[in-house]
């Protein structure tokens, strides 16, 4: 690896405190970009030049990779010569006026209030179905990433006072209250199904959620437990982990909470990421007005 791309990535993480999943996206991207400039150029990372940039995107155009996959990867290039350029690395930074391309926003998937009661009331009275019910309230009542969930230790939990804190994507730890249901079910959950989990009950493992083996529940178990309940309820179709996270962010919009509030639990480092979910309480005003109103 490139010393400077090795002390880039070490900056992210010790300095940024980013995640690992986010650290080897970073990694890659640049790791690639520095792959086509040898082979074509034989230039090294620190010689690459606007031209080597634009000639990159087009390659990525030409490889049919979407707006969004460019758009990471622009992002990845734009942190790692920027660190360049601030620390006097090189004397030109490659990145300078290049645009990323427009992305066509997606609907926003959620769930409504009477589908998510149908998925909470799914988990049965079982070890494992305690625990899930913890995990889907918690996923709801915070709208935390599915990666905070899973990074979540024990520690982090305050039964008492009623929140969670969460350490997120950019390093920047917030406090994010827990509902009544939530709270309840993650404590049953700590008190009555975790320590059997735990191997020996020697309570070594300090994960929050841990599977039967008494180890961290890992992404693809939660993704897995989280397919399980969605056919039970007949949403299998549009449930992501992104799904309860959405759902949290229209309901609360729905229910009046302000933006700038919604950010803060979200983690959104930019106030636009949660705009994004106005358009859905937009779209529903238009609705009920279009029902309501004798002259819509």
């Given amino acids: 690896?490139?010393?400077?791309?090795?002390?880039?990535?070490?900056?992210?993480?010790?300095?940024?405190?980013?995640?690992?999943?986010?650290?080897?996206?970073?990694?890659?991207?640049?790791?690639?970009?520095?792959?086509?400039?040898?082979?074509?150029?034989?230039?090294?990372?620190?010689?690459?030049?606007?031209?080597?940039?634009?000639a990159y995107l087009l390659k990525l155009k030409n490889e049919g990779k979407?707006?969004?996959?460019?758009?990471?990867?622009?992002?990845?290039?734009?942190?790692?010569?920027?660190?360049?350029?601030?620390?006097?690395?090189?004397?030109?930074?490659?990145?300078?006026?290049?645009?990323?391309?427009?992305?066509?926003?997606?609907?926003?998937?959620?769930?409504?209030?009477e589908e998510i009661d149908e998925l909470l009331g799914k988990p049965d009275g079982s070890l494992k179905g305690l625990r899930d019910r913890a995990i889907l309230e918690l996923l709801y009542a915070?709208?935390?990433?599915?990666?905070?969930?899973?990074?979540?230790?024990?520690?982090?939990?305050?039964?008492?006072?009623?929140?969670?804190?969460?350490?997120?994507?950019?390093?920047?730890?917030?406090?994010?209250?827990?509902?009544?249901?939530?709270?309840?079910?993650?404590?049953?959950?700590?008190?009555?199904?975790?320590?059997?989990?735990?191997?020996?009950?020697?309570?070594?493992?300090?994960?929050?959620?841990?599977?039967y083996a008494g180890n961290r529940l890992t992404r693809q178990g939660l993704w897995k437990l989280l397919k399980e309940y969605a056919r039970l309820a007949g949403i299998e179709s549009k449930l992501t982990p992104q799904t309860l996270r959405n759902s949290f962010a229209v309901h609360m919009i729905q229910n009046g909470a302000d933006l700038k509030s919604l950010q803060e639990l979200m983690g959104h480092e930019d106030i636009s990421a949660t705009q994004i979910y106005l358009s859905v309480t937009k779209n529903r005003i238009k609705e009920v007005y279009d029902k309501s109103h004798p002259r819509a």
Avoid at 69 to 96: C, E, H, M, Q, W
Avoid at 156 to 185: Q, W, Y
């Fill in 142 to 211: 915070t709208g935390i990433r599915v990666s905070e969930v899973v990074e979540m230790n024990i520690e982090d939990v305050n039964l008492r006072m009623g929140f969670v804190t969460c350490t997120g994507e950019h390093g920047k730890a917030r406090i994010i209250p827990m509902g009544r249901p939530s709270r309840a079910a993650v404590e049953e959950y700590i008190y009555e199904v975790r320590p059997k989990f735990l191997r020996d009950g020697d309570g070594v493992e300090k994960a929050l959620f841990v599977n």
């Fill in 66 to 113: 979407s707006a969004a996959t460019v758009n990471r990867k622009v992002a990845s290039l734009r942190a790692f010569y920027n660190y360049l350029a601030g620390r006097k690395l090189i004397s030109d930074n490659p990145t300078v006026n290049i645009k990323s391309p427009k992305i066509e926003r997606k609907k926003i998937e959620y769930l409504t209030i």
């Fill in 1 to 54: 690896m490139d010393s400077n791309l090795y002390d880039f990535i070490n900056y992210l993480s010790s300095e940024k405190k980013m995640a690992k999943n986010s650290l080897e996206a970073y990694k890659r991207d640049v790791m690639e970009f520095a792959e086509m400039i040898r082979e074509k150029q034989n230039l090294s990372l620190d010689e690459a030049s606007n031209t080597e940039v634009v």
